[in-house]
């Protein structure tokens, strides 16, 4: 029995061995483990003032930007050409301008080698020259929508060098070969008439679909404030004209005004107009189209 019994508790050893040992020595390394990272993790956190520290008494450096790659990623935002188009009726409308001129220059292929925009608003400022200059200042007076911001910069989709003339000046864009944008101010004499103009020379000739075009500033001219006719030109010979004449207004007083959900605004009144809008062609009978104009006057 004895000797049974010495062998029963042999085996049991010998089991334990093979089989739970392994078990016992991985949780072993688990909790050094553990432990380990436990200490390391406690000495980053202590040294990461120290660190800061040692790096502000190191060598300074500057974070570059590739400011082509950036232009061309906020070109992402503008894939229609007349987007562009809009945008810079758009700056136009902000000057206070009535009237706007698209002037384009076409080969013998009839694709478009240059536009040139224009409208008759007030001359650049001192301040404009210089927000102009810098991509996204925008403009921070409530009473626009946001002269030469971003929106601006969406002309690169089209020109590799675009020219702003204004008052006298003329503003060139340039690229240097860091990739970074130069600016280049000249003069020029003023134009009486169509006071502001950007000059577009395209990077390539490309055909442009006068008919959407037309459609297109259709539709813009009827949600601009001040800008009431857009004029397309053809090597200096006028093909389209696009204009908007407001008829009398009427203006209803809500019995209960509107709230805004969170309370922000109310509407105590809607206001009404008749818009006439007019294409004219060159060779073709005018076109008109009645619309009602209804605006809510948040208070």
Same mark, same amino acid.
């Not at 016992?24 to 800061?52: I, N, Q, T, W, Y």
């Not at 570059?64 to 503008?78: I, S």
């Not at 384009?104 to 080698?113: C, E, I, N």
């Given at each position: 029995?004895?000797?049974?019994?010495?062998?029963?508790?042999?085996?049991?050893?010998?089991?334990?061995?093979?089989?739970?040992?392994?078990?016992?020595?991985?949780?072993?390394?688990?909790?050094?483990?553990?432990?380990?990272?436990?200490?390391?993790?406690?000495?980053?956190?202590?040294?990461?003032?120290?660190?800061?520290?040692?790096?502000?008494?190191?060598?300074?450096?500057?974070?570059?930007? &590739?400011?082509?790659?950036?232009?061309?990623?906020?070109?992402?935002?503008?894939?229609?050409?007349?987007?562009?188009?809009?945008?810079?009726?758009?700056?136009?409308?902000?000057?206070?301008?009535?009237?706007?001129?698209?002037?384009?220059?076409?080969?013998?292929?009839?694709?478009?080698?240059?536009?040139?925009?224009? &409208?008759?608003?007030?001359?650049?400022?001192?301040?404009?020259?210089?927000?102009?200059?810098?991509?996204?200042?925008? &403009?921070?007076?409530?009473?626009?929508?946001?002269?030469?911001?971003?929106?601006?910069?969406?002309?690169?989709?089209?020109?590799?060098?675009? %020219? %702003?003339?204004?008052?006298?000046?003329?503003?060139?864009?340039?690229?240097?070969?860091? &990739?970074?944008?130069?600016?280049?101010?000249?003069?020029?004499? *003023?134009?009486?008439?169509?006071?502001?103009?950007?000059?577009?020379?395209?990077?390539?000739?490309?055909?442009?679909?006068?008919?959407?075009?037309?459609?297109?500033?259709?539709?813009?001219?009827?949600?601009?404030?001040?800008?009431?006719?857009?004029?397309?030109?053809?090597?200096?010979?006028?093909?389209?004209?696009?204009?908007?004449?407001?008829?009398?207004?009427?203006?209803?007083?809500?019995?209960?005004? %509107?709230?805004?959900?969170?309370?922000?605004?109310?509407?105590?009144?809607?206001?009404?107009?008749?818009?006439?809008?007019?294409?004219?062609?060159?060779?073709?009978? *005018?076109?008109?189209?009645?619309?009602?104009?209804?605006?809510?006057?948040?208070?």
């Amino acid at each position: 029995r004895r000797r049974r019994t010495r062998a029963r508790i042999s085996n049991c050893v010998l089991i334990y061995l093979q089989y739970l040992l392994p078990y016992a020595s991985r949780g072993a390394r688990f909790v050094a483990r553990k432990c380990a990272c436990g200490v390391a993790e406690r000495a980053m956190a202590m040294s990461a003032a120290a660190l800061r520290a040692s790096a502000l008494k190191g060598t300074r450096g500057a974070v570059t930007v &590739n400011q082509r790659a950036l232009v061309d990623k906020m070109l992402a935002r503008y894939s229609s050409d007349y987007v562009v188009i809009r945008e810079l009726v758009q700056n136009a409308d902000d000057a206070g301008a009535t009237r706007v001129r698209l002037a384009f220059d076409v080969d013998g292929d009839s694709r478009v080698t240059a536009l040139t925009i224009s &409208n008759d608003g007030r001359d650049f400022t001192e301040e404009d020259w210089s927000r102009v200059a810098e991509i996204a200042s925008g &403009n921070p007076s409530e009473d626009t929508v946001g002269m030469f911001g971003v929106g601006f910069y969406s002309v690169f989709a089209m020109s590799d060098a675009p %020219i %702003i003339k204004s008052g006298g000046r003329h503003l060139l864009f340039t690229w240097s070969e860091d &990739n970074t944008l130069a600016t280049h101010l000249g003069h020029s004499d *003023p134009d009486a008439d169509l006071r502001t103009s950007v000059v577009l020379e395209m990077r390539e000739p490309r055909a442009w679909d006068m008919r959407k075009l037309r459609s297109f500033l259709a539709r813009a001219v009827c949600f601009t404030r001040g800008v009431t006719r857009v004029d397309i030109t053809r090597n200096g010979k006028g093909t389209v004209a696009v204009s908007r004449v407001v008829g009398g207004g009427t203006t209803t007083r809500l019995a209960h005004a %509107i709230q805004s959900p969170d309370g922000f605004f109310s509407v105590p009144e809607l206001r009404s107009a008749e818009l006439t809008m007019r294409v004219e062609e060159a060779g073709a009978p *005018p076109t008109e189209v009645r619309l009602r104009h209804v605006e809510a006057v948040a208070a």
